[in-house]
Each structure stands twice: as structure tokens, then as C-alpha cells.
């Protein structure tokens, strides 16, 4: 038997929860950008944070959660089934026909410019 809360309680928490720092900054250069989204959509069993047009998804990675190579290059078991698990989500979406953009913490806070340049070059292709 398994314990804990149900994963549909868990989804359903996660969609309430607040925003994280990286998701305000990136909300908030869409909206500097005068480019339309939507935020915590949810697709099949899961949901994507961010939605720029009808077909266009972007996935706000935290690097310790999310187990980002460069952060992380060592990663534990219980990590390497973390990121096995988003890459299984990432295919999902593929399948339900969108277009991903995985961008990562340290990308994001390290380098800002080039990453709002390549959010802004996906989201008017996807427009």
C-alpha cells in the first residue's frame, strides 16, 4: 500500500500553490513584452506552467528539483527518477501536440538577456 497523500491531491495542491520567484520574473517579462499567455494549464494529468498561444508550453525548471545537468552532474537514484519522470511528461505534451521550451533556473537568473531573447523568438513563432 502506498503512503502518503493521492497524486491527484498533490496535483491539485500544486496548482494552488504560489508562484515561485522564476515564474513571476518570466510572467513578468511576457507581460513587459506585451505577449499573451496563460499560466498553469492543465493538460491530461499534468499541467504546464506557462502556455504562449494554443500550442506553445513553457516548463519552469528549478535546478534542484528539477535536477538540472549543469547544477547537478552526479545525480542520486531518487534524482535520476526525478528527471526520468519529467522526461516522460515532456514526451506526454509531444504527444498532445505542443511545442516545449524547457528553461532552467540558472539559465534564467545567470543570464537573463539570452534567455528572454530565446522566450521571446518561441513565443512569437508560436503565436
Not at 23 to 28: G, I, R, T
Not at 83 to 107: P, T
Request: glycine content about 6%; some cysteine.
Amino acid at each position: 500500500m502506498r503512503k502518503g497523500i493521492p497524486r491527484s491531491a498533490a496535483r491539485k495542491h500544486n496548482r494552488k500553490r504560489p508562484k515561485s520567484s522564476i515564474e513571476k520574473l518570466v510572467a513578468a517579462w511576457l507581460v513587459a513584452d506585451n505577449i499573451p499567455f496563460r499560466t498553469e494549464v492543465k493538460v491530461g494529468k499534468c499541467h504546464v506552467d506557462i502556455v504562449i498561444g494554443k500550442k506553445g508550453a513553457v516548463e519552469l525548471n528549478g535546478c534542484y528539483w528539477h535536477c538540472c545537468h549543469l547544477c547537478y552532474p552526479n545525480k542520486t537514484k531518487k534524482q535520476q527518477l526525478k528527471r526520468f519522470q519529467d522526461i516522460h511528461r515532456y514526451q506526454f505534451l509531444g504527444y498532445r501536440g505542443f511545442k516545449l521550451l524547457v528553461l532552467w533556473e540558472c539559465s534564467i537568473l545567470n543570464h537573463p538577456d539570452e534567455t528572454r531573447q530565446q522566450l521571446k523568438d518561441y513565443a512569437y513563432a508560436n503565436i
